[in-house]
């Protein structure tokens, strides 16, 4: 079993569409990191958060530890927000554990 | 402040060749991390790095891969006697203390021949 589990793999939105990517984890952590790659391009770290709630523009990002679980929203989805979303978990000692990432694609 | 640096951002090697792989993390971070992508695969750690010293190297293939943060300059990535399996981009991160953000370079992408 995978330390960090995605859904969905692949999701499809019209503009305008509020949007929920989850990640789920079976280990202890410190610290859960959100990131946004386009195809072919580089990694955009969005979140790192070990508790609560962040809030960046139309980006929101949650976490419990208590029951090993994150989500990503996008509110208000756009075309140019699609890309691949990844959850990678910050175990203990600094290396980040990668989740197999959400394929987004925003339609106009 | 200019983000993390990697380059080349593309790198072709043929089989048996070395492939040496630079990373300029940002300005005032001394922990670097390098990370492998394969293609249509997910990113997977390789090694963690503070200034001339190698902290966790538990993802390194244990043979031709090497890692060095030195005193002054650049991270490296070394891959000696490069093989098809290789090819993939190769991804730099650096944050400024232990378990902070973590920040990414722009890629390598090696392909080898």
């Known amino acids: 079993k995978n330390e960090v589990e995605q859904s969905p793999q692949n999701l499809t939105a019209q503009e305008g569409e509020f949007i929920t990517i989850n990640c789920s984890y079976s280990?202890?952590?410190?610290?859960l990191h959100w990131l946004q790659q386009h195809p072919g391009g580089g990694i955009v770290s969005l979140f790192m958060?070990?508790?609560g709630k962040k809030k960046h523009g139309r980006l929101i990002a949650t976490i419990n530890i208590q029951e090993k679980h994150s989500s990503l929203h996008i509110t208000a989805s756009h075309p140019r927000d699609s890309a691949v979303y990844i959850c990678?978990?910050?175990?203990?000692?600094?290396?980040?554990?990668f989740g197999a990432g959400t394929i987004l694609r925003v339609k106009s | 402040n200019a983000g993390v640096m990697q380059n080349p951002r593309h790198l072709v090697r043929r089989r048996g060749q070395e492939a040496r792989l630079r990373c300029s993390p940002m300005?005032?971070?001394?922990?670097v991390y390098w990370y492998r992508q394969l293609p249509e695969e997910g990113l997977k750690f390789m090694v963690y790095?503070?200034?001339?010293?190698?902290?966790?190297e538990s993802g390194m293939p244990k043979e031709r891969f090497s890692a060095e943060f030195p005193k002054e300059g650049p991270s490296i990535l070394r891959i000696q006697q490069v093989v098809r399996g290789d090819s993939a981009a190769y991804f730099c991160?650096?944050?400024?203390?232990?378990?902070?953000?973590?920040?990414f370079g722009p890629g390598t992408r090696l392909l080898v021949l």
């Open positions: 991160a650096s944050s400024e203390r232990q378990e902070e953000t973590q920040y």
């Open positions: 280990v202890g952590i410190s610290a």
């Open positions: 958060l070990s508790s």
């Open positions: 990678a978990l910050m175990e203990y000692g600094n290396k980040l554990v």
């Open positions: 300005k005032g971070h001394s922990h």
């Open positions: 790095l503070q200034k001339e010293n190698i902290i966790d």
